[in-house]
């Protein structure tokens, strides 16, 4: 699986921003999907995910309230809907796919079998 990450930029405290990512698979609604960041100097966290059907979600707790994550399986796509952003959002993102066998949601890093390159959000105050 390909992934595609896109929509990154900069954006001042407050602003929004909408990441996409694309995947090359024609079976994506096989994959829990993910997106993970990683500020400079500092290890790649955990931001979200979502369901196979898109049905379940879930986020790190400094962001519930402000991200949302959808996808749309006829497109192949993911999204992250990003809101009332802080400068310590700052990060470069990242999107993933995990296939493993059970699980509604992955959290770790290593449930994730595929990854995107990574879009630059970069939050001004």
């Known amino acids: 699986v390909q992934l595609q990450a896109s929509g990154g930029g900069l954006v001042q405290a407050g602003g929004s921003l909408r990441l996409s990512c694309a995947a090359s698979?024609?079976?994506?609604?096989?994959?829990?999907m993910g997106w993970f960041r990683q500020a400079p100097g500092k290890e790649r966290k955990f931001v979200g995910t979502?369901?196979?059907?898109?049905?379940?979600?879930d986020y790190t707790d400094s962001v519930k309230g402000r991200f949302t994550i959808s996808r749309d399986n006829s497109k192949n796509a993911v999204y992250l809907q990003m809101n009332s952003l802080k400068p310590e959002d700052t990060a470069v993102y990242f999107c993933a796919a995990g296939s493993q066998i059970g699980g509604v949601l992955y959290y770790s890093a290593a449930s994730y079998n595929y990854w995107g390159q990574g879009t630059q959000v970069t939050v001004s105050s």
């Open positions: 979502i369901s196979r059907s898109g049905d379940h979600t």
């Open positions: 698979e024609r079976t994506f609604s096989n994959y829990v």
